[in-house]
């Protein structure tokens, strides 16, 4: 839990970074291919060959190219039709794409007491961020969709490779990260702009920072940490992220916000989490 504490108070700085500095800005595919490079090249010391086979490379290659280099696909360019707090509040159902993909991957029927605590992390967080919606709405939502969709497939995936087919965690993200790195350069030379690369200092160390801090060593950690919980707990975490994002957004570039609806949904939300360790006893 501790690991999913630290990621979350991590990638809240995430959202107001890419909106404020990259979005329209600098080229989507570049951004996503030198963070993925970035976070590649942090974990090449533990790139391992010896005893490792096929069935479980491709599976760990899988991850990163779900997780890493899709989703951020669908996720950065959302920006372009979205705003911040609107990127926080569609990102609500990603708890219940965790818990249902969880389950289907184990083959089991769907846990109903998950996905009730899921929809009151939801209920929270549409509680923290539901306002007045952009006319671009109906593109950003079903790109951050998608989003949610890879992401929760991608932690959902690495969790259950990891009961399947245990070995050392820093070993396999480097997988991982290469199966990214081969989507997000697809991406960028069949779609990317050249045109549209970093001029300022200022968004290149905002990439060095996404690539080795944000991606490179939090999506280890936050993995890492979604096999130390179980899935209800990695669904409810999926929504902690808002409130700490709308915070930073808050403090840092002095947004407006309603603050008994966010102390409401965050209670909502950190209730979420109490019924569910409640079930599980």
């Known amino acids: 839990m501790l690991y999913l504490i630290f990621v979350t108070i991590v990638w809240s700085f995430s959202f107001s970074f890419i909106?404020?500095?990259?979005?329209?800005?600098?080229?989507?595919?570049?951004?996503?291919?030198?963070?993925?490079?970035?976070?590649?090249?942090?974990?090449?010391?533990?790139?391992?060959?010896?005893?490792?086979?096929?069935?479980?490379?491709?599976?760990?290659?899988?991850?990163?190219?779900?997780?890493?280099?899709?989703?951020?696909?669908?996720?950065?360019?959302?920006?372009?039709?979205?705003?911040?707090?609107?990127?926080?509040?569609?990102?609500?159902?990603?708890p219940i794409y965790v818990t249902i993909i969880y389950d289907l991957l184990q083959h089991?029927?769907?846990?109903?007491?998950?996905?009730?605590t899921a929809i009151i992390a939801v209920i929270g967080a549409a509680i923290i961020r539901y306002d007045h919606i952009s006319a671009n709405f109906l593109i950003g939502f079903l790109l951050i969709q998608g989003a949610n969709i890879v992401f929760a497939l991608g932690q959902v995936g690495y969790k259950r490779i990891m009961e399947l087919y245990p070995l050392p965690q820093h070993?396999?993200?480097?997988?991982?990260?290469?199966?990214?790195?081969?989507?997000?350069?697809?991406?960028?030379?069949?779609?990317?702009?050249?045109?549209?690369l970093p001029t300022t200092q200022t968004q290149w160390i905002i990439i060095v920072w996404l690539g080795v801090v944000a991606s490179g060593i939090c999506y280890f950690l936050w993995n890492f940490g979604a096999t130390k919980v179980d899935s209800g707990t990695l669904a409810i975490m999926n929504n902690v992220v808002i409130p700490a994002g709308i915070l930073v957004n808050v403090l840092i570039w002095h947004q407006s916000i309603e603050w008994t609806r966010f102390l409401l949904g965050s209670v909502v939300i950190v209730f979420a989490l109490f019924i569910h360790y409640k079930f599980n006893k």
């Open 108 to 116: 089991h029927p769907l846990r109903i007491s998950y996905l009730f």
């Open 171 to 196: 070993q396999a993200f480097a997988w991982v990260y290469l199966g990214a790195i081969i989507v997000a350069t697809i991406g960028w030379l069949c779609f990317g702009n050249p045109q549209k």
């Open 19 to 94: 909106a404020v500095y990259l979005s329209g800005q600098v080229d989507t595919w570049f951004a996503v291919v030198i963070r993925v490079l970035l976070a590649f090249i942090t974990f090449i010391p533990f790139l391992r060959f010896k005893n490792l086979r096929v069935r479980q490379i491709l599976p760990l290659m899988g991850v990163g190219a779900c997780q890493l280099g899709i989703m951020y696909f669908f996720y950065y360019n959302s920006f372009l039709y979205i705003s911040v707090p609107e990127v926080l509040l569609f990102t609500i159902t990603t």
